[in-house]
């Protein structure tokens, strides 16, 4: 079974500042994909950033990276120069075989002005 | 062009009473999800359907949740005999599904509130 773990319920980060976002996750599988999605208050669902595990390389969007490391199960969400509209429920999900996908708990970030 | 809509936004209903949930997926798109967001939890699956093909129900919580999707676009999910715990937001999502890596793109959700 596929589980992902958001450890981070609530973060807060300064305007201009960096912050990074936990997820770890557990599988078998050996090809999957995973992904970061934002949830602002208007509750739609936003895809920020993905990840092929087969590639050793980080995702990189704009503002948004990750930190993938494969041995340890682990996909971090670095978020730079951090702005208002930033602030929303961040999710951690996880795509292998099957198209299912499965999602963290979710991480509450504020940026703070 | 549009993107994924639900209605209603919000439903309030008794314990007891059936409620039906719509989604509109993006036109061209073959796959469609439906799933449940508690407070304080994260998204559970609820159910797949990709083109004509049999949907994946695995994570229909009981009996009393069925969902169809007609013509291979509007899905309906359907909840009889509604409890407390059925209290949550229902999101829809579809994917084109001409790649792997395809994004789902998500509704705005049905907010329910069974009183």
């Known amino acids: 079974a596929q589980t992902v773990t958001q450890s981070q319920p609530e973060m807060s980060v300064q305007e201009a500042e960096t912050v990074t976002l936990s997820c770890t996750y557990d599988t078998s599988e050996n090809n999957y994909y995973l992904f970061w999605y934002k949830q602002p208050p208007s509750r739609q669902m936003i895809l920020v950033i993905r990840?092929?595990?087969?590639?050793?390389q980080n995702a990189t969007e704009n503002r948004f990276s990750v930190n993938f490391q494969k041995a340890a199960k682990s996909f971090s969400l670095k978020i730079s120069d951090s702005q208002l509209g930033d602030t929303a429920m961040y999710f951690c999900?996880?795509?292998?075989?099957?198209?299912?996908?499965?999602f963290g708990t979710g991480t509450s970030l504020t940026v703070i002005p | 062009g549009a993107g994924v809509s639900q209605s209603p936004s919000n439903k309030v209903t008794e314990k007891g009473k059936d409620v039906e949930l719509r989604c509109d997926p993006i036109s061209g798109h073959t796959a469609l999800y439906w799933y449940r967001q508690s407070l304080g939890q994260g998204l559970e699956f609820l159910i797949y359907?990709?083109?004509?093909?049999?949907?994946?129900k695995s994570g229909l919580p009981s009996d009393r949740f069925s969902a169809e999707r007609t013509g291979g676009s509007v899905s309906t999910l359907t909840i009889q005999r509604t409890q407390q715990e059925d209290s949550a937001v229902y999101l829809c999502?579809?994917?084109?599904?001409?790649?792997?890596?395809?994004?789902?793109?998500f509704g705005p959700g049905t907010r329910l509130t069974v009183l």
């Open positions: 359907f990709q083109g004509n093909s049999a949907p994946d």
């Open positions: 999502a579809s994917r084109r599904l001409a790649g792997i890596l395809d994004t789902q793109y």
């Open positions: 990840q092929e595990a087969y590639k050793q």
């Open positions: 999900a996880f795509m292998a075989t099957g198209n299912q996908f499965y």
